[in-house]
DNA sequence: TTGAAAGCGCTAACAC
DNA sequence: GTGTTAGCGCTTTCAA
């Protein structure tokens, strides 16, 4: 009952010509006279022909496939990516395999060996934050298969990247708290282990300098990133005998937990918020911060695909690897809600 | 400078022993010598052997890979059930490679043609909703290839599928707001070429009916989704004469979109919501509805996966397609969020 | 303009 | 326990 997919040997033996002649048809391969072309493609057609991608992948040593690994996909921030980098990847007529690293080493390891396996042509990749250190990468390398890295990238000068800037974004953020006249501005920074954490706390720090303030250190506090984490985180601040007025949270998901806690408790007017933007637009339509930093996604992956997609070219075309790496920060942006004034008007 | 990657054969070489033996060695087989199958996997270890999927897909005539076609990946009701989809394949070893329709038949039928050619064991589809005809799968029935419908399913006997029974949800809603008091019930639906859109509004009259109430046409308005459309229609319930107290709304973005417009205008108060849900949990615990129906994408991602699983496994023991088809409703549930009176009140 | 033939890396009868 | 061998479907020299 079940149908076999004809396959060019047997197109070839209906037209009495040979396989490689079907082959060259089937591509519009010029040294094939149109009679033919026509022929081997009316035979084609009639009996279903459907090239298999396994045996052409497997003869062409080339998988026109490649590889995502991303933290998780239920991030909203991954799934802009998502879509940017698989537009592309369509477009060139790539296909995207896909992993979730769920922030861990050793299934990311896991998933670079299954992608090795399936011989991907290249990689992009927002690597695990908790503790990755870059060597599972290193068998790519070996077999000279790009890896474009994106989001969050390791901290190595080797290698192509793109990543957000957000240092200017967040320096305005403060600029413009402090010019409302906040002095004592906290800071609700992430875990420890994320260069995203330091990379907060270094403009944080750069942004207060700037402005002659004093750091305080007990304005400083960190969350695991748990709602558990991020109330606590903020619990702190709240009960601080000289609290901020102020609050810069590691990203949006710590903002909605720090809204609901002061809500509950009535003081939707404590802090104005500056948060960073992983929430699809709409979210902060109904929830706005002082200010969002906002990271483009959608513009880091279609960046880092269209530097895969050169390089796996570029590959194929020659075999030099490219004199320089393609490394890009994007410039970050921040909006401001300054209609915004308490917090249950948020709804709009 | 490019490495190759160590072959079966030249581990053969090495070892002055078989392919078979090779092959066989690294999978285990029981057949060969527990001292050989050492010093097969040393040398394999030793060489960095990584096996080419592609040249076992090609040989075993199986990709050990399933399609995903899903309207869109933004949407987080598709992230949730590609969750539940992949862990259950990773679990089997399975890969999935993944198309957006776009809720567009053509791109739905390249996406078919695309996995066609990488010869993926089975397809899980939501079926795109700018109709879709079920034609461009018939290909797939031809080869015998399993197909599982979930979320949005054709309306065919002979399909195997899961999808969400909000029948039952929808009337306990309904229900509970007439007991509060409610007869002017509003109903915003979608476009009518949606299933989803004929099913609310099948059980719209009927729990009407139920209650001796009668239906007013009026009060049955539509919307294109569009951010637009869904503003015109909850208007039009506004300026009715003998306007509703509550309104039942396709979804949950066109119940956020509802909410805007009435806060804009004061008028939080003036309806109840019932909503069918799609967002994550957080988004309502910030925007309660009176009512919200829960659809579980993941539990039907996990059935729809595993139901999938046991086609393809059975596909692979006989060659016996399964007696009956395999199908399945699962109840949604229906959230009260009962203290909440106001929308402005939302978040909590 | 076409054909013959080798081979991509691996698996699985079948033979010993 | 292990080896021999014949492919899987396609591309691509090389030859005609």
Redesign the interface.
Known sequence: ???K?TTIKEIAKILNVSTSTVSRALKGHPGISPVTTDRVRKVAGEQ?Y??????I??NKKR?YTLGLIVPE??E?FF??A??AI?NIATAHDY????G?SYDDMETEAKLV??F????VDGLIISIAKKGSDYQQLS?LE???IPVVFFDCVPDRKDIHFVASDFQTSLLKGMQELITAGHRKIALINGPTILSATRQRLVAYIKGLRDHNIEINSSLIVTTDLSREGNLSALNKLIHLSNPPTAVIVFND?VF?DC??LL??KGLEDLFKFISFGNM?G??L???KPFGSIEQFPAEQGKIAANMLMQLMIGKEAE?EPPAKNFQKYIDSDIVFFRDSIK??Q???
Chains 1, 2 share one sequence.
């Open positions: 009952m079940e149908r997919i279903d459907i090239p298999n991608q396994s045996a992948s497997f998988s996909f239920s909203p799934c802009s998502f879509n698989e296909n995207i395999i896909i979730q060996k299954k090795m396996n399936h011989r068998i070996k077999l000279n998901y909605l809204l609901d809500n509950s699809p709409w979210v339509y109904h929830h075999d917090a249950d948020a709804i709009v």
